[in-house]
């Protein structure tokens, strides 16, 4: 740890632990230590640390042919992106592959402002989409904004479910109106579903695109493989990553039939699509349809909401979510709770300044969600 402190840049707030191994929703540190794992890589690891089908196809594909630019074809490629039509809503089965879900958000940017001739793009209050120049000038939080002005201009914010004022923020000049179905780093924020209709309606009646963000809701998580798909809506554009390579880099622009003039040379990336990142892709999008990951994020999901909300303790003041996202807003800063949670061997994520949030794998176990709510309760009670 000190060397890397050392030798590190810097920009992460660190833990004061060393993670060396994983098995499904489990964790080990370099002494030994057993933690449940309800950061599961920010939601990266959906299927959980480990997984044989998806360590087996890297292997094989590492000793085959790792990288392979999208200027020749390839027969992993192929696979992997024929897995993903699969589960995306229909309408939207063009693809761009690239290695974040930062990525996907300044291509489904680009497409959106290509394909209208417009430039402004709408986002919504606590909206998070990333730390690059384009998704963070989408991004709201001032703490993350400011130290980079002046960004891509051309963005305003709305607050986050009210139609009224997403209708004045439109112009003759929007390309895109870009949200997140359910808010993460925002705070665990689900948009209502007649909401989200109401907004691909304007969006249809003002000629802008509707862009989606599902870097970490899409693939299950929230209960179906899209949380889109709970409001019976589809976007113009969908940004994906975290969960869809199985814990390899990648992310994907999801595109529908209305986004129009993207010729060669418009956009590009060096390693989207590598053969390496596809097999790995495709392994984890075959795994998560042999569990049937959105019906076990749904069910556990449920039951860890209902477990959390029977917790009583004055600190609470909402527990919400979808799926295997949820968050438990705090009356006071969520720090000190982290941190006394990984003291009883669970991790756990922030949301904002007083929202802890659970994103763990969705085949953590019923034992060890009731292990994660026992230790809340009790810090919950305990911890100030």
Known sequence: MELEARLASGVYAKRDLEIVRGKDATLWDAAGNEYIDCVGGQGVNTLGHANAAVAAAIAAQASTLISCPEIFYNDVRERFLGALAEITPAGL??????????????????????????????????????????ALSATYEPKYREPFLPLVPGFSHVPYGQ???????????????????????????????????????????????????????????????????QAGITPDLMALGKAIGGGVPMGAVAIGAGVKNLAPGTHGSTFGGTPLACAAGLASLREMQRLDIPRL????????????????????????????????????????????????????????????????????????????????????????
Request: net charge neutral; glycine share 10%.
């Open 297 to 384: 994020a749904a069910e556990k999901g449920a039951y860890f909401k209902e477990r959390l909300e029977e917790i009583n303790a004055p600190v609470i003041r909402e527990v919400r979510g979808r799926g295997l996202l949820i968050g438990v807003e705090l009356r006071s800063r969520v720090a000190p709770y982290l941190k006394a949670l990984q003291s009883r061997g669970v991790l756990a994520l922030p949301a904002g300044l007083n929202v802890l949030r659970f994103l763990p794998p969705a085949v953590i176990t019923t034992a060890q969600i009731d292990s994660v709510v026992a230790a809340t309760a009790e810090v919950l009670a305990n911890v100030s």
């Open 93 to 134: 089965d063009r693809f761009f592959l690239c290695n974040s879900g930062a990525e996907a958000v300044e291509g489904a940017l680009k497409f959106a402002r290509l394909s209208t001739g417009r430039k402004a793009v709408v986002a919504a209050v606590r909206g998070f989409h990333g730390r690059s120049m384009g």
């Open 163 to 229: 139609l009224a004022a997403l209708e004045a923020a439109l112009t003759d000049d929007t390309a895109a109106v870009i949200l997140e179905v359910v808010q993460g780093e925002g705070g665990v924020h689900p948009a209502e579903h007649a909401h989200l209709q109401a907004v691909r309606a304007l969006c249809d009646a003002r000629g802008a695109l509707l862009i989606f963000d599902e870097v970490q809701t899409g693939f299950g998580r929230t209960g179906t493989w899209f949380a889109c798909e």
